[in-house]
């Protein structure tokens, strides 16, 4: 006898209770294996074949493609298993269990993104009996929080392939077709200490980083300069200047220096480009002070988005919910499902406005609009 799965709302209630947070901050991080290990049971009580991708050098993390029907083509249906920590202390009730009230769902990972997970479930369901012209795949990765190291996994493994893919993150089942990237990179500048009052005792690591500050302001007018985008609230590419350590003294030449800046590049920009250009900029400011300057990445970045065909899947999604493809201003998984092949759009239920806050919830009234739409998707791409 095949079992079947349980409806979305207890699939969301066991993938809430099923602690799945991710950290650049080790005391914090946690496993995402439950969370796999729920979604692998119920896909492949549905007839789904399932593989669970191990994540190099994580040992606590994996990525789940599961796949109905076969073939090349089809679609793509992907969220990300883990959550942001949180506050307990901040929420009016406990965030790993799925409280109702005011019709809303709320918990931790409801909106962003457990509950897109359970919805492509229960859209699945209705296609478990007929044969799929193109295959569907549900997809679900790892540490999309962190250093979206289950987004890059599936790059280096060129899987899954598909014509399409939806990422379901919180848009308010609005389609969206770009997003800026995302880097933060630090300077650090070793330079020499030496007492205060005969600057030829040491090597300035303070008088170093005013000129790095100087060359970057120079370098983000003419970023500014030379891109725009229309389509973001704030149209051009941003550098912000995030925090800065160094010295000890007033009396004594400061030895050393570190800063810490976010880049946000708009679609067209390159991440490798800009921190080959930051680094060649910077190079000569070494030698003229003195000190050992370096330049680093503080996680690997996400690249800008942009999803440049208006008639495939952006006019089918525009068509299906009456709105316009917008962008966001948050990043996502997209360029890496993007560089995979897919014609990609990230939309799903619930608001970003209620991600990553205390009492995070996902509105009743989103649900069934939900399946319903990812049922339509599915038609049109599966069938
Ligand atoms: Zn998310």
Redesign the pocket.
């Known amino acids: 006898m095949s079992r079947t799965p349980p409806d979305a709302l207890a699939m969301l209630r066991e993938l809430i209770a099923s602690p799945s947070i991710s950290s650049t901050t080790a005391e914090w991080d946690q496993s995402n294996l439950k969370v796999i290990e729920l979604l692998h049971t119920w896909l492949e009580e549905l007839g789904f074949s399932c593989e669970v991708m191990p994540i190099p050098h994580q040992p606590t993390k994996a990525n789940l493609i599961a796949t109905l029907g076969t073939g090349p083509g089809g679609l793509v249906l992907s969220g ?1 298993t883990d959550t942001v920590p949180c506050d307990p202390e901040l929420w009016r009730t406990d965030p790993f269990r799925v409280s109702e009230r005011d019709q809303r769902l709320y918990g931790l990972g409801t909106c ?2 457990k509950g897109f997970l359970a919805l492509a479930i229960e859209a699945a369901k209705s296609f478990v009996d007929q044969p799929l012209q193109q295959p569907l795949i549900i997809l679900a990765t790892a540490d ?2 962190s250093a979206m190291s289950g987004a890059r996994a599936l790059v280096d493994a060129g899987r899954p392939k598909a014509r399409a893919a939806v990422i379901g ?1 919180p848009t308010s089942l609005k389609p969206i077709n770009m997003h800026k990237g995302i880097m933060m990179e630090a300077v650090r500048i070793e330079g020499r200490s030496g007492h205060s009052s005969d600057p030829s005792l040491g090597a300035n690591a303070l008088d170093a980083m005013h000129q790095v500050l100087n060359e970057l302001s120079n370098f983000r007018n003419e970023l500014k300069a030379k891109h725009r985008n229309s389509d973001f609230r704030v149209d051009f590419p941003t550098l912000n200047f995030g925090c800065i350590h160094g010295g000890d003294n007033p009396n004594r030449i400061c030895g050393q220096c570190e800063m810490e800046f976010d880049l946000r590049p708009l679609p067209g920009m390159s991440v490798d480009g800009l921190r080959n250009a930051i680094g060649e900029r910077l190079a000569p400011l070494g030698a003229q002070f003195g000190v050992e300057l370096t330049t680093r990445p503080l996680f690997p970045g996400i690249p800008p988005f942009q999803n440049p065909d208006n008639e495939g899947l952006v006019a089918l999604a525009e068509k299906l919910t009456g709105h316009r493809a917008q962008a966001v201003a948050f990043g996502t998984e997209a360029p890496f499902l993007q560089q995979l092949g897919m014609d990609t759009i990230v939309m799903g239920p619930g608001s970003i406005d209620q ?1 990553h806050q205390p009492d995070e919830y996902l509105a009743l009234d989103q649900l069934q609009p939900t399946i319903d739409i990812l049922k339509q998707l599915i038609t049109r791409y599966c069938l």
Do not use: G, P, Q
């Open positions: 990300h962003d993104m999309e929080e993150e991600a």
